[in-house]
């Protein structure tokens, strides 16, 4: 046993790194995207995250209980959510929350003492803020919010659900010297009537059952109703898990299949490879059942281990490297390595297939009388086809011709072959493709469509003679842009709406990324959104701007397509016809602004927007790039074992060759042919899946992504280098043993 | 007649660790253009390891040997290749054709490592293999096969024809056939044949036997009158 694997080590090798990386790249990636979801599950569950947020400036006591009086709610507790600026040098924002009771969306504490709703004095700050501002428990700091201040001490410092992504107006990306979050007791609030704004509620069933019950016994006595799904840090979170699902459900089952596949193409040749010995074993009297526990255990063996140490080693390496890219991003207490079932299927399939082709593989032989099997298996015999019929056969070289009828006749090894440089093409395709969808989405955003240097947000009071002030002296444009919820018959989303006022530094385009004119009267839809609603140029939908509850119905004239914003754009006129208010929310200029306005919040520089956007697809690279490293790893053992296994069984056609005075570089150039027509059969099939499967998983991304697969030249390069670089190199590999090909041996051990 | 091959004083030996095993011990031997020679030996006495170091498939230990005036045993592995293309017709005892390719083809194949036209259904026929050209391998008898093998062997026109137990896997009738033709080749054709063979019998339709035993040769007859290989009692 043990001389038989030194015998074929560099097969069980390959056997034991198949299985390893197929099970390793499939349960760490899974491990990696199902910790995603225990984390938030586990996090939001132990923190009792809220089910849903009423909005409403009336928040009086008889209100309350007409909601706990609703037959689906379960519980309700009352807060005042406020903005604040900290008092510091860059004046960060701070939402402070005023808690009524602390039972929904609780502080997580990591350090100093729990959350006491009696305590006036105290706040429980935003460790991640506290971690940036150097503060510790025992310190004091001072908030200020609508012309209050107020100081108190830090009583304990930690997380809260519903600020695992935080960003704010001055930041696109979590900036934690920035931004942050602190909860106080109500007794902390300088008025004893606190102002409630906000109601948590946990309810049962779903959202739009409880919503309906809102809307029916409150007689939307509230402004708004907000849904787990639609809070930003909830969603947030939510779209970053699917983000890595679609990356990590589809991709890694391609490699387990690949993996499983040529595992077993192998398995099946050892064997076979091997009949002649069984013949003998057999005829020297070994019983059936000795032989096909020897050559069973063979490679099982192998790929037990392999797929053991996959199953071990993959949550172990992969998801701490992700989570690792997440931390940045996510304020969250701890991540979790996800579990799922499937990985142990996945493994025990991998292992009970191994062990099931090597019986059957085996059972085949043995079966056979000794006599039989101690002979090599009749060759299979070749028969002219269709192509050797054509004139135009005789012109092919011998090469061709020889490649040709190997390939026929090993009809299996060459799909194989196929398949795997196939898949590989499709992943590196996909994953680079990736990369160059997150590049155009860039460009499409930051500059077909938003085409200014500056944007100056403006505060939620500012007055028009400031924000004509401000125009003016900057030779801005207005703009608005305000949440909405959008509903076709039976859908409703979330969206943006684009107010546009005779703007030229911001442009409407259409799916082929030119100008779209949208005329004052007209009212596009975004094209995501028209797939989401599932409406169509003609159709009506009814939305409102969050914060009012004034719905209105509009027919959607056009549609424009946007990468990253996903709504309506109208004209400032067809607004005031609809009888909404506008409101300039920004200002766009094509200087760069570095002046303070009053009433500006926050300036965006153009390159502070597309920085903020690389960093945000950082993490996705990561993944990129690991994907797209495993699956050339992937398709150099493969292409190498099957390289591996065909030199086997047409060696000795080669010695033959050599001795009748054919040079090595003839052979290598025989096997280097082959080998290059299966690379370019897989990278032609390839390319176009990849770009199928890139199409899906864009589909996939999110409600607020739009795009349409493209391939670059460069992706197409990039993996047309790194397909072709490897089928040569795994060639290489192979020009050494032609050369070392003992032609007298090669020729004696014959059949 | 001219000296086409001269051993002299050749001398192989095979290391295998510490024990070195000599298989060719002081060989010194000659045969001439056209001749047809049968190399007789029991198993184990130098017979393959003398075809390899002659068909350049194994360099020596020492000693030289010389073929139309070159010294093989000085040449690397290009040049041996280049002798083997130019040189040496191989027949073997298990034909060893390209199962990929048919009859044809196999003969054709030639043209990929010399520089000789060659026409493909010619050489078959003369072999009597009209009618098989496009036949593969598995498709034709053991016979039929060795019969390819020839006709790839000669289509080059090489100096010589080696031939190792061309018959071990043929039944007798279709060997004598098969050494029949490779005699007519010799006589009509002027070819250099060498067979390879521990068959006795062969002897008396050689034109030079060289026996050897245990590395060493043990004797060289030459036949003044030898017989056709169908004149031979089997």
């Given at each position: 046993m043990l001389r038989d694997i030194r015998n074929h080590k560099i097969q069980f090798i390959s056997i034991f790194l198949m299985a390893f990386l197929g099970v390793y790249v499939f349960v760490g990636f899974g491990a990696e995207s199902f910790g995603f979801e225990e984390t938030a599950n586990q996090y939001y569950g132990e923190t009792n995250l809220a089910d849903g947020w009423i909005y409403t400036s009336n928040l009086d006591d008889d209100f309350v209980d007409k909601v706990n009086n609703l037959s689906l709610t379960k519980d309700s507790e009352r807060q005042l959510a406020v903005n604040s600026i900290a008092d510091f040098d860059n004046d960060p924002d701070i939402t402070l929350h005023f808690l009524e009771d602390d039972d929904i969306s609780q502080f997580y504490l990591v350090k100093g003492e729990e959350f006491n709703l009696s305590d006036g004095d105290g706040v429980w700050l935003d460790t991640r803020f506290a971690e940036a501002k150097n503060l510790s428990v025992g310190d004091n700091i001072s908030f200020t919010f609508e012309g209050i201040t107020i100081e108190k001490e830090i009583k304990g410092l930690g997380y809260s659900p519903e600020h695992l992504y935080q960003t704010s107006d001055s930041s696109m990306i979590p900036d934690y010297t920035k931004m942050g979050f602190a909860y106080l007791s109500y007794k902390a609030f300088p008025l004893s009537d606190v102002p409630y704004n906000v109601l948590l509620v946990k309810y049962d069933g779903n959202s739009s059952a409880y919503e309906k019950q809102l809307d029916d016994d409150l007689t939307r006595d509230y402004s708004t109703f907000m849904p787990r799904a639609q809070h930003p840090s909830y969603a947030e979170f939510q779209d970053e898990t699917e983000q890595h699902q679609m990356m990590t459900d589809v991709i890694p089952v391609i490699f387990i299949v690949i993996a499983m596949l040529t595992l077993l193409t192998t398995m099946t040749r050892i064997i076979n490879n091997q009949r002649t010995q069984i013949g003998i074993l057999k005829a020297l009297g070994f019983k059936n059942r000795t032989i096909m526990f020897h050559y069973i255990s063979y490679g099982f063996w192998m790929v037990l281990a392999g797929s053991i140490l996959g199953l071990i080693l993959g949550p172990l390496t992969l998801p701490p490297i992700m989570f690792d890219e997440m931390a940045d991003l996510y304020s969250i207490p701890y991540w979790l390595t996800g579990f799922n079932i499937s990985f142990i299927i996945v493994t025990v399939l991998m292992v009970v297939l191994a062990a099931l082709i090597s019986y059957f593989a085996c059972r085949n032989i043995v079966n056979e009388s000794p006599s039989s099997a101690i002979r090599p298996k009749v060759p299979k015999v070749s028969t002219s086809g269709f192509l050797e019929k054509l004139g135009l056969w005789k012109k092919f070289s011998f090469n061709v011709r020889w490649n040709y009828r190997d390939a026929k006749r090993n009809k299996f090894r060459a799909l194989m072959s196929i398949f795997g440089v196939l898949a590989c093409t499709l992943i590196i395709v996909a994953s680079f493709g990736c990369m160059d969808g997150f590049d155009e989405m860039k460009e499409w955003s930051y500059e077909d469509i938003n085409h200014y240097s500056s944007k100056l947000v403006l505060e939620d009071n500012v007055t028009s003679s400031q924000i004509d002030y401000i125009v003016d002296d900057v030779d801005g444009e207005k703009l608005m842009e305000s949440a909405i919820e959008i509903k076709s018959d039976d859908v409703k989303k979330s969206g943006v709406v684009t107010v546009l006022d005779?703007?030229?530094l911001y442009t409407p385009t259409d799916d082929e990324k030119n100008p779209l004119e949208i005329s004052e009267s007209e009212v596009s839809l975004s094209k995501k959104m028209a797939q989401l609603l599932d409406v169509k140029e003609g159709d009506t939908v009814k939305w409102h701007i969050m914060g009012s509850d004034k719905w209105v119905n509009t027919t959607v004239d056009k549609i424009h397509s946007d990468p990253t914003s996903q709504g309506i754009i109208i004209s400032k006129e067809k607004l005031d016809d609809l009888g909404l208010n506008y409101t300039t929310t920004s200002v766009i200029s094509s200087n760069d602004v570095y002046e303070n306005y009053t009433g500006v919040k926050t300036v965006f520089s153009m390159d502070s927007l597309t920085d903020s956007w690389d960093d945000m697809m950082e993490s996705s690279m990561t993944v990129i790039y690991l994907l797209a490293g495993f699956a050339s790893l992937l398709s150099v053992i493969v292409l190498y074992n099957l390289g591996l296994l065909s030199f086997t069984e047409i060696k000795r056609e080669f010695a033959t060759l050599k001795v009748l005075g054919f040079k090595s570089s003839q052979l290598r150039k025989l096997l280097l042919t082959q080998n290059l027509w299966f690379t370019t059969i897989g990278f032609v099939i390839g390319v176009p899946l990849g770009r199928e499967v890139l199409q899906y998983l864009w589909g996939t991304m999110g409600d607020s992504f739009y795009l349409n697969a493209h391939i670059s030249l460069k992706t197409l390069i990039i993996t047309f280098l790194i397909t072709y670089v490897i089928s040569i190199l795994v060639n290489l590999m192979f020009s050494g043993k032609i050369k070392k090909l003992n032609m007298v041996e090669s020729l004696k051990d014959n059949e | 007649m001219s000296t086409l091959i001269e051993f002299k004083d050749v001398v192989k030996e095979y290391k295998s660790g510490d024990h070195v095993l000599?298989?060719?011990?002081n060989v010194n031997f000659t045969i001439d253009e056209g001749e047809f020679v049968v190399i007789l030996g029991p198993s184990g006495a130098g017979k393959s390891t003398l075809l390899n170091l002659l068909g350049g498939l194994d360099s020596t230990t020492s000693g030289q040997i010389i073929v139309n005036g070159e010294?093989?045993?000085?040449?690397?592995d290009n040049e041996l290749t280049k002798y083997r293309a130019k040189n040496v017709g191989f027949i073997f005892q298990f034909y060893?054709?390209?199962?990929?390719?048919?009859a044809i083809e196999n003969v054709e194949l030639m043209k990929d490592i010399v520089d000789v036209n060659i026409d493909g259904n010619a050489v078959l026929d003369s072999v009597g293999l009209t009618g098989h050209a496009n036949q593969f391998p598995a498709q034709l008898s053991g016979g039929e096969q060795q019969r390819v093998s020839i006709a790839r062997a000669v289509a080059k026109q090489p100096a010589m024809l080696l031939c190792d137990e061309p018959t071990g896997a043929l039944d007798s009738k279709t060997g004598v056939l098969i050494l029949n033709l490779l005699q007519e080749m010799s006589n009509n054709k002027n070819t250099t044949v060498i067979i390879v063979t521990h068959n006795a019998i062969l002897a008396e339709a050689a034109d030079k036997v060289i026996r050897i035993k245990n590395g060493q040769i043990e004797d060289i007859t030459i036949n003044e009158h030898p017989k056709k290989v169908d004149e031979l009692e089997w």
């Open positions: 005779d703007n030229d | 000599r298989a060719m011990d010294h093989v045993e000085n040449f690397n060893n054709l390209i199962p990929n390719l048919t």
